[in-house]
């Protein structure tokens, strides 16, 4: 049973990951080859040959085109096979299918599905990674569990309580209330948790002693993007309010691109609007989300395991769910819009 929609864009790649070299990736289990063009464009061909299926990714580049490693076809940019060995005519049908692509926010997005309906003004919005009022970095996390639960995971922070307790995570987070909120292809989850102690990692990004009024807000969008608006000021500042000037804000930038049926690409990024322009500080929040994430990677892939060990077994769901029960359900909306059919225990309402 198919879990994820095509008809979607999904990050592809980081853009610093896709060069001039063949880069073979599978994406929405279908394996892909990504290069650049001379000109730095991004291309996205299937990575079979038209010919006999050996992997274009295991050939070479000549020019803006692919040379296939095993008879020398090769192919355009457009996947259309521009030379065959020994015959003067090209058989027309001589292609490979191309993939729409969107370089945006730092990402290569791929279009998987109709390419008809490949529309870049869908493409998630992630300006936090290139907007010069923020700074940040981030990584591409290989987890070997389902996409979906990386999204149940994010919809609900109250983990942080026990998988992360120590650097972002404190009782706050498991006693404060939230509120869950929904659109058709966003489901938004705010937690506010007013004058308490802050856990370390904020305590040190604030670099002010006292209590504080700490928030998130979590944003989904169909199928597999997440931005999390989080935070502290000092309490009693107004941020709740929306007076943030004396606190610290981060958003963190989640899109998962599911690689088969129970593995998928996780990029992420931490971008703040605090102490800019400072390296180190960037390169030691990246290293220190980088650890909270193999935490939750832990979690999510002994989860995936012991799905697959207990065929049958269903999810319950508590109050702590309802934003992964709305992302869940906006995704089962896409998946049967595109003919897929759709598990029941996840479409009950
Ligand atoms: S398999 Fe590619 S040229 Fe023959
Ligand atoms: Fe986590």
């Given at each position: 049973m198919q879990g994820f929609p095509l008809n979607a864009w999904y990050a592809a790649a980081w853009d610093t990951e896709v060069k001039r070299e063949l880069l073979p990736r599978t994406l929405c289990n279908q394996k892909i080859v990504l290069y650049r063009t001379?000109?730095?464009?991004?291309?996205?061909?299937?990575?079979?040959?038209?010919?006999?299926?050996?992997?274009?990714?295991?050939?070479?580049?000549?020019?803006?085109?692919?040379?296939?490693?095993?008879?020398?076809?090769?192919?355009?940019?457009?996947?259309?096979?521009?030379?065959?060995?020994?015959?003067?005519?090209?058989?027309?049908?001589?292609?490979?299918?191309?993939y729409p692509l969107v370089e945006r926010h730092r990402f290569i997005w791929i279009w998987p599905g109709d390419p008809a309906l490949a529309d870049p003004a869908k493409v998630p919005d992630l300006?936090?990674?290139?907007?010069?009022?923020?700074?940040?970095?981030?990584k591409r996390i290989h987890a070997k569990c389902e996409y979906r639960l990386v999204v149940d995971n994010l919809m609900d922070l109250t983990h942080e309580t026990f998988v992360h307790n120590g650097s972002i995570g404190n009782e706050a987070v498991a006693e404060a209330p939230f509120t869950t909120t929904h659109g058709d292809r966003t489901a938004t989850v705010t937690r506010w948790m007013r004058d308490i102690e802050p856990p370390p990692f904020w305590r040190a990004q604030l670099g002010k002693p006292g209590n504080v009024d700490r928030w998130q807000i979590i944003r989904f969008e169909a199928p597999a993007t997440i931005v999390i608006d989080v935070g502290v000021a000092p309490a009693g500042t107004g941020a709740p309010e929306g007076d943030r000037s004396q606190g610290v804000n981060g958003m963190?930038?989640?899109?998962?691109?599911?690689?088969?049926?129970?593995?998928?690409?996780?990029?992420?990024?931490?971008?703040?609007?605090?102490?800019?322009?400072?390296?180190?500080?960037?390169?030691e929040i990246c290293e220190g989300v980088s650890t909270i994430f193999r935490q939750d990677e832990d979690i999510l892939e002994a989860q995936q395991r012991a799905i697959e060990e207990n065929p049958g077994r269903i999810f319950y769901n508590l109050n702590i769910d309802s934003g992964s029960m709305w992302a869940r359900k906006l995704i089962d909306r896409m998946l049967a819009a595109e003919g897929h059919p759709v598990p029941v225990q996840q479409a009950a309402e």
């Open positions: 001379e000109a730095g464009k991004p291309v996205a061909l299937a990575d079979a040959c038209w010919h006999r299926l050996v992997p274009l990714s295991r050939g070479h580049l000549k020019g803006d085109e692919v040379v296939c490693p095993y008879h020398g076809l090769v192919f355009n940019p457009q996947g259309r096979c521009t030379f065959m060995p020994s015959q003067e005519t090209i058989n027309p049908s001589a292609c490979v299918r191309s300006h936090w990674n290139r907007d010069p009022e923020w700074e940040g970095d981030g963190v930038m989640n899109t998962l691109t599911p690689e088969t049926e129970g593995t998928c690409h996780y990029f992420w990024a931490f971008a703040r609007n605090y102490r800019l322009r400072d390296q180190a500080l960037t390169t």
